[in-house]
């Protein structure tokens, strides 16, 4: 069984479109994340939510929107997508420390 | 918050050499500390981690050491192989029990 997924793998767009990114965790975590990775590898939070509750929002632009209906999903939507937005994206869940990551989704903005 | 400083960022080694990677942190109330390998096109994934009531950690050719003094932590690798090629990030928590990842390091495995 898949521990934290994220839907869909492979995502590209045209500037200026509204896309989304869902995430699910099967683990029963409270805590769920939205991480950016840019071309360099660097690993940056964007959001946190604790129990379907916004916990951290790392001065991300506004075009970003999480929603967490329950604790086990935490989905990402995108408004008005600019070139800079062109990243992997992770989902992941933690119980106390370890982060589990979703396999990511690879946003490509044209 | 928690600032995490990751070196060196690229790294090759021989096949059956060692690789050490360092991190520095600078909050000293932190006292969990991981590390995760992110193969390529893969999610990071946790190999080790150490807590700070201990100085080192070995999970068989892998082992975590923590200078809670100094503020850092090290990952080392020992006979290293082509598998092991991957990037490499440490992490620290922050005050909202976030992770704080360093900026990676690229090890390369030449066999």
């Known amino acids: 069984d898949t521990a934290v997924s994220q839907t869909p793998k492979y995502l590209v767009t045209q500037m200026g479109n509204d896309k989304s990114i869902k995430c699910e965790q099967n683990?029963?975590?409270?805590?769920m994340y939205w991480y950016k990775q840019d071309s360099k590898k660097f690993l940056k939070i964007m959001f946190s939510y604790n129990n379907k509750e916004l916990i951290i929002n790392e001065t991300v632009p506004n075009r970003f929107s999480p929603k967490s209906p329950d604790k086990a999903h935490l989905n990402l939507h995108i408004n008005s997508l600019e070139l800079g937005d062109s990243a992997v994206y992770f989902c992941?869940?933690?119980?106390?420390?370890?982060?589990?990551f979703g396999p990511g989704t690879r946003l490509t903005v044209l | 918050g928690e600032n995490v400083e990751q070196h060196p960022s690229t790294l090759s080694v021989q096949e059956g050499d060692s690789a050490v990677i360092k991190c520095t942190y600078s909050?000293?109330?932190?006292?969990?500390f991981p590390w995760y390998k992110q193969e390529l096109g893969k999610r990071p994934q946790l190999i080790i981690d150490?807590?700070?009531?201990?100085g080192e950690k070995k999970d068989q050719r892998i082992a975590v050491t923590l200078n809670k003094t100094a503020k850092h932590f090290s990952l080392h690798i020992t006979e290293t192989q082509p598998e092991d090629s991957a990037v490499y990030f440490c992490a620290v928590p922050n005050n909202n029990n976030d992770m704080r990842f360093g900026a990676g390091t690229r090890l390369t495995v030449k066999p």
């Open positions: 683990l029963g975590h409270d805590t």
């Open positions: 992941a869940s933690s119980g106390i420390w370890e982060q589990f």
């Open positions: 150490i807590r700070s009531n201990v």
């Open positions: 909050d000293s109330a932190s006292n969990y």
